[in-house]
Structures are given as C-alpha cells and as structure tokens.
C-alpha cells in the first residue's frame, strides 16, 4: 500500500475517532441510557433505506447531466462517480479530492476532460442553489431560528436568498464577474491568477450549458433535491427508533442549513464542523445526552459508509497509488 494513502487514511481514522469520542464524551448523559434501551433497530434498516434512495437519486442526476452533454454512462459507471466522491473528500483538504475522483472515473469512462469538469461543476452548483432556494422556507417554519427576527426581514432575507442564482446567471452573460477578477487578483501571483481566470471560465460554461437546456436542467435540479432530502432523511430515521415525538419539517430543515454550511467547510469531508453543528442545532430537539451519539451515528452512516464504498471502487480502479493520479489531473487541469 502506498505510504502516502497509508499516512492520509491513518490521519483521518485518527481524526474521526477523535472527534467523535469527545463529541460523545462531552455531550453524552446518563438519562440518555434510557432512550437507547428502547432504541428500534429497524429504524437502521430505514435509514440505510433512505440513503440508498439518496445515491440513487445522485445517480440519476449524474445520468441527465451527462445526457445534457451527449455522453452516456452506464450505471456501473454512474456508481463509480458517486462513491469515489465519498472517498477522496474525506482524505484531501476542503474536500478538493472529491470534484477530481469524478473527474477520474468519468474520464476512464470515455467523457472528454472538458465535460466532466462541467458536469462535476454543475452537480455542486445545483445542490449548493437548490439548498440556498429551501432556506427561506427554513427560516419561516423553524421559529427557533427565524424567530429573532421580523417578518419584514425574514421577508428581505428570503428574497435575497432567491434572488441569488437569477442574479448570478445574468451577471455571467456580461463582462463585469471578469473585469472585478481582473482588479481582485491584480496583485496576485500569475499561477494564482491563472488559475482564477481558469476557475471562472469553467463556471460561466456550465451556466451556459444550464441555460441551454432548461427541461432537463429542471429535472436535474429536482433529482439533486430528492438525492440530498433522502439523504438527510437518514436523521429523522434514527430519531423514530428513539420512539420521541419531534417535527419532521424542523429536523430537515436544520439538516439544510447545516449541509449548507458545510459546503464552505475547510476541513475534509466537514469533519468536525458537522458534528458541533448538529449538537448545536439538536440539542434543544433531542433528550438530554443523545445529541453527541446522533451526530455520530448520522455521520457513519450518511457519510463513512459510502466512504468505505467509495474506497473500494476507487482503489480497485486506480491502485494504491491513487493520490499519483489525483496529482496528474490536477497538473492537467491548471
């Protein structure tokens, strides 16, 4: 095995193992004992249930994508893009590995580099827009979080939110986003500011290519929102098998602020960041003392499980020497 891979998969054990024993530790009550003992285990099977649903809608998505750009995926395929996203997300900073591991493996599959970073872009754009678009229902219904606030600026806020694509794709089909770039990075290094002009050329692609197919970028869009819903789904799940009462349309709805977060989380996967998230956002939603132990039971299940998954189909495909590779492509794109 690769010292390299062996390093990294060590250092994230570490690192999970760790947070995950001191969220426990530092949250955990002996009260708790008695919602554990009553404890369904069928609801596993139903949350397992629901993340595979989950992936399954991510794949659907990653198949109309791809259609979008006239390439075919077969569902061996379709699998390989969505696992391998797991894995490496986890072992590289700011889950940077992630959007290069569906590069690879679309690549090994016969799609053109070009289309796949689109495509690879697209998919984040669009779970990143469809959570931004759910926040202002968020903030309505959860009076707990929207509550500090007014109507009026609940109001101003939503619209806001909305607004956020509408004006994103207007301002791609004119020259100012590149003429800001240019004074922003006026400063900066030529690789730096290479690599922003390449990064942004990208960007305003794949809006081009949503704006050209409107029908089937709406049912992209809505599989994205099934994919993450059932996905999140996996919480409201174990929270049946606790036989308390609790609101459903609540418990999603901090589930999409807190996903929504960890999109801009600088550490692998949101380690660490997602589960101080949860127990901050549950703690006055759960018993005392089963914040800690749900937020670890959500984060193996809804994400070191496809991890371990993602593993194996990516170290089946490239070897031990997976992070070579990672380092190729991304020589390649910049």
Same mark, same amino acid.
């Given at each position: 095995?690769?010292? #390299? ?24 009550? =002996? ?10 285990? %069928? ?19 990653? =198949? ?22 797991? $894995? ?7 889950? %940077? ?6 590069? +690879? ?9 070009? #289309?796949?970073?689109? @495509?690879?872009?697209?998919?984040? =754009?669009?779970?990143?827009? $469809? ?9 309505? @219904?959860?009076? %707990?979080?929207?509550?500090? +606030?007014?109507? !009026?600026?609940?109001? &101003? ?5 909305? +607004? ?9 089909? !004119?020259?100012?986003?590149? #003429? ?25 692609? &794949? ?12 049912? &992209? ?78 984060? $193996? ?27 190729? #492509? ?5």
């Amino acid at each position: 095995m690769s010292k #390299k891979l062996l390093r990294r998969l060590a250092i994230l054990f570490a690192f999970v193992l760790l947070i995950s024993v001191a969220v426990v530790y530092f949250t955990f009550d =002996i009260r708790a004992l008695s919602y554990l003992s009553m404890f369904e285990s %069928s609801c596993i099977l139903l949350a397992l249930g629901s993340l595979a649903i989950g992936l399954f809608f991510d794949g659907l998505r990653l =198949i109309t994508l791809a259609d979008i750009t006239n390439e075919r995926l077969s569902l061996r395929q379709v699998g390989n893009v969505v696992l391998s996203n797991y $894995f490496l997300a986890l072992v590289t900073p700011g889950a %940077s590995g992630g959007a290069i591991a569906q590069i +690879m493996f679309m690549r090994k599959a016969g799609v053109p580099v070009a #289309k796949a970073i689109v @495509v690879v872009l697209v998919r984040t =754009i669009m779970s990143i827009f $469809f959570l931004i678009f759910l926040v202002p229902v968020v903030l309505h @219904v959860d009076s %707990s979080i929207g509550g500090w +606030m007014s109507p !009026t600026v609940i109001t &101003a806020v939503s619209c806001i939110f909305v +607004m956020l694509p509408v004006v994103a794709y207007a301002l791609m089909r !004119t020259r100012y986003p590149e #003429k800001w770039l240019y004074i922003c990075t006026n400063k900066a290094s030529y690789t730096t500011r290479r690599n922003c002009f390449i990064w942004y050329h990208e960007f305003k692609n &794949a809006f081009w290519i949503m704006g050209q197919h409107p029908l089937k970028m709406l049912r &992209a869009f809505l599989e994205s929102g099934l994919s993450l819903l059932f996905i999140y789904g996996t919480v409201p799940a174990f929270f049946t098998g606790l036989n308390f009462d609790f609101d459903l349309a609540q418990v999603m709805g901090r589930m999409i602020l807190l996903n929504l977060v960890l999109y801009f989380s600088p550490t692998p996967g949101g380690s660490g960041i997602a589960e101080a998230g949860f127990v901050v956002l549950f703690s006055r939603i759960l018993p005392e003392g089963l914040e800690g132990i749900m937020a670890v039971l959500w984060r $193996f299940t809804a994400e070191y499980l496809p991890f371990l998954l993602g593993a194996f189909v990516t170290l089946r495909a490239f070897g031990y020497d997976i992070f070579n590779h990672t380092l190729s #492509k991304e020589s390649k794109q910049k």
